[in-house]
Structures are given as C-alpha cells and as structure tokens.
C-alpha cells in the first residue's frame, strides 16, 4: 500500500507562507483524488484541499480557504504540495494529505504548522 508522508510545516508569523510538501511511497497516480486535511487541538480533522492527481485540475477549496492557498502535485515527483499564504493564526494545526477520494490509506504523522507572532 502506497503511504504519505508530509513536511514543510513550521512556525511562521501571521501573514506569512508555508509550502508543504506530500510525497508517495510508491506512485502518486493511484490515487485518484489527494487531499490536505488539517487538525486543530480540540477540534476534529477537517479538509482543506483536495485536487484530481492525473488531470492536476478539478480542486476544491474549504471555504475558510478564501483563495489563500493552492494545492499541486508534480506526478514525476510523486508529490503533492500545498501552498500556504497569507497565514492566519486560526491555520495553527497538524496538516495531513490522504484520498479525498474512496478508501484513506492511514494515517501519517503530518506535519505541525503553527502562526504565531
């Protein structure tokens, strides 16, 4: 079974960027859709971003998203990325990439993002 694994997270000021990286074990291409999902202390896991792996089109944004960010994927690199701008503190949470579509592979460590002045 092909894992994920994610990195790039860090501490950042707010308004400040982060590119987060979701690399395949085996290839990105089996899976139809990948998404970014994100968990906050207390709250439950929510997606934030998902995108269609062979077209790199078809993505979906959560509303709290608000153009902010860009979800990618670079199928020769077996990644997924996401980009993170204009961070708010609100964004503070453990950022994790799995399907966004049928069955979830599971779960990884991800990777902390924290925005903090």
């Known amino acids: 079974q092909v894992q994920l694994v994610e990195s790039g997270g860090g501490l950042v000021q707010p308004g400040g960027s982060l590119r987060l990286s979701c690399a395949a074990s085996?290839?990105?291409?089996?899976?139809?859709?990948v998404g970014w999902y994100r968990q906050a202390p207390g709250k439950q896991r929510e997606l934030v971003a998902s995108?269609?792996?062979?077209?790199?089109?078809?993505?979906t944004y959560a509303d709290f998203v608000e153009g902010r960010f860009t979800i990618s994927r670079d199928i020769a690199e077996n990644t997924a990325y996401l980009q993170m701008s204009s961070l708010k503190p609100e964004d503070t949470a453990v950022y994790y990439c799995?399907?966004?579509?049928?069955?979830?592979?599971?779960w990884g460590q991800g990777t902390q993002v924290t925005v903090s002045s």
């Open positions: 995108i269609v792996i062979l077209s790199g089109s078809s993505t």
């Open positions: 799995n399907s966004a579509h049928g069955a979830l592979t599971p």
């Open positions: 085996g290839s990105i291409s089996g899976f139809y859709r």
